[in-house]
């Protein structure tokens, strides 16, 4: 797809979106003060048609922000590089704007870009550890270029949990050796989760438009429920993963984490596309998929007559995440869904073999992207890695990397054990679970609790996870969409939708119709902690 595509899908879905939002005149004049960097696409780009924006004037507004409440006040510590250029590639795209020249909906929005995704530029793309401080890519990641393309102005890369959070078995979800630790902004001393938590974190506190965070199972959306955020991790294959700093081929995506399902379904079109260098881009039904314009799904009446399988037996887990789903169950049924009980077979089959074949993966994965992206970089696999984090006293000084010596013992994916740990995790999360139960009960959907509040950060003893329903859209490879429904203790809960393979559209028309009816999402506070007596 080149530009004149982003062109004529873009400004297809901007229409349809403004439509959804009120007349493109009256967002304009409502971006007032601090109002314009809390305000989405459609707005910001109706300022900018009006003449009372620039997309050079935004950036400049948004790194004002990051100055004033990421480096400093309550110092939230989501962005763990800045892109030099950013105000340079805004003042490009105004010139372009002023000749008549527009990309599409995200010309001249400002996005951030998980730390894990390579940009040929002078920012470093480390994972978060410091045995990649300062390894610049020797190329863009396609979604990077995409975006890019799109005519997005990349801002920065935000912090994100080490590896991935897949270095220790102990780990403290936002902490990074080189960026530190991630703050939640609606209670301070609370986790973001993670491994995206830097982009989540940044989004629920207005400092960009838009970030991208990538997903092996939960990283998008439990930060994005964790966070108050709309977060979509789609099918595989459905955007490319080239240039992505992996854990495994068979779950890994990026996906779009933003403050509505607006800005989500503008941002998946921009980011879907068939990569050469990606052979999951290829697999049956993702070319479709991959030139669908996802903004036509923001049309009102998404629920009416969808019949959604409400998964009981992710319900439960966590004090007072239920009544907030039930809560929202109502208003879903009161928009005309059909809601039936229902529970997600064979979940327990694939715990201990997804964790296999992500072992399996992570080895090749890195030692492959490293020579492809990072030829230069002072380690070259994951043997170099365990050596460099043992002889760094700041890498090792909260956690271990178990899952990095676990992932160097594992042998080639030629190995059987490794293959029957893979088709065991695509049966019972694909045939015999999401699509086992949607064929039975004629589902257009699954909902449930995307998972719990946020956790107390805990140094000593690590995360403290509460129930979650990322496994089965993850181990499966299916798209999964998460909508802020509420809040436990002034924190955010999450409500999930998720189908088989490649149905994002309907899942975006389906979370757009709750969205635009419960509006649950409001933005942080900056809380140094929760008040109970409150």
Not at 296 to 313: D, E, I, P, Q
Not at 325 to 339: D, F, P, W
Not at 431 to 457: F, M, S, Y
Request: hydrophobic share 45%; proline share 4%; charged share 15%.
């Amino acid at each position: 797809m080149d530009r004149r595509d982003f062109v004529g899908l873009g400004l297809a879905a901007t229409a349809l979106a403004a439509a959804a939002n009120g007349t493109a005149k009256a967002a304009a004049g409502s971006l007032t003060g601090s109002g314009i960097l809390d305000a989405g696409v459609v707005e910001q780009q109706a300022a900018m048609a009006a003449g009372t924006l620039s997309a050079s004037t935004l950036v400049k507004q948004y790194l004002a922000r990051i100055a004033a409440i990421d480096k400093r006040g309550p110092a939230i510590n989501a962005i763990i590089e800045l892109n030099p250029d950013a105000l340079d590639i805004a003042r490009a795209l105004d010139r372009e704007r002023a000749a008549g020249k527009l990309r599409g909906p995200l010309h001249g929005i400002p996005v951030l870009l998980k730390d894990n995704i390579a940009t040929a530029d002078k920012m470093s793309t480390s994972a978060g550890s410091l045995a990649l401080d300062g390894v610049r890519a020797s190329r863009d990641a396609f979604v990077a270029a995409r975006l890019r393309a799109a005519g997005a102005v990349i801002l920065g890369k935000t912090n994100l949990s080490e590896w991935a959070n897949m270095r220790s078995t102990h780990s403290v979800s936002g902490w990074s050796g080189r960026g530190g630790l991630t703050r939640n902004p609606y209670a301070l001393d609370r986790n973001t989760s993670g491994s995206s938590s830097g982009s989540g974190a940044a989004i629920a506190a207005s400092l960009a438009t838009l970030a991208v965070g990538t997903e092996t199972d939960g990283s998008i959306v439990s930060p994005a429920s964790t966070c108050g955020l709309v977060g979509l991790k789609p099918t595989l294959g459905l955007i490319s993963r080239s240039g992505i700093i992996p854990i495994a081929a068979s779950q890994d995506t990026a996906g779009p984490m933003t403050r509505s399902v607006s800005d989500a379904a503008l941002m998946l079109t921009a980011m879907a596309g068939a990569d050469a260098a990606d052979s999951a881009t290829a697999v049956a039904g993702a070319g479709a998929a991959q030139r669908t314009d996802y903004g036509k799904a923001l049309v009102a009446g998404g629920l009416r007559g969808k019949r959604l399988g409400v998964a009981r037996n992710f319900f439960g887990s966590a004090d007072g995440v239920d009544a907030v789903i039930e809560k929202a169950l109502a208003v879903l049924k009161a928009e005309g869904a059909i809601l039936i009980d229902v529970s997600v077979p064979n979940t327990d089959k694939y715990n201990d073999s997804e964790t296999a074949a992500l072992l399996y993966e992570f080895k090749p994965g890195l030692a492959a992207y490293l020579a492809d992206y990072a030829p230069h970089a002072p380690i070259h696999n994951m043997a170099e890695l365990v050596a460099f984090n043992l002889k760094n006293s700041h890498e090792m000084r909260f956690f271990g990397q178990e899952h990095l010596l676990k992932a160097q013992q594992q042998g080639p994916l030629s190995d059987q054990a490794y293959l029957d740990a893979l088709a065991n995790n695509r049966r019972y999360a694909r045939a015999e679970g999401i699509d086992q139960v949607l064929k039975e009960h004629q589902l257009d959907a699954l909902v449930a609790p995307t998972g719990g509040v946020a956790w107390l950060t805990d140094f000593i003893n690590g995360d403290h996870y509460g129930g979650s329903f990322s496994s089965p859209a993850a181990v499966a490879g299916y798209p999964h969409i998460t909508v802020p429904a509420g809040f436990v203790n002034a924190l955010p809960v999450g409500l999930s939708f998720v189908g088989t393979a490649f149905t994002e559209a309907a899942l975006i028309g389906m979370a757009y119709g709750y969205e635009q009816a419960s509006r649950q999402r409001r933005a942080p506070t900056f809380a140094a902690s929760v008040n109970l007596r409150a």
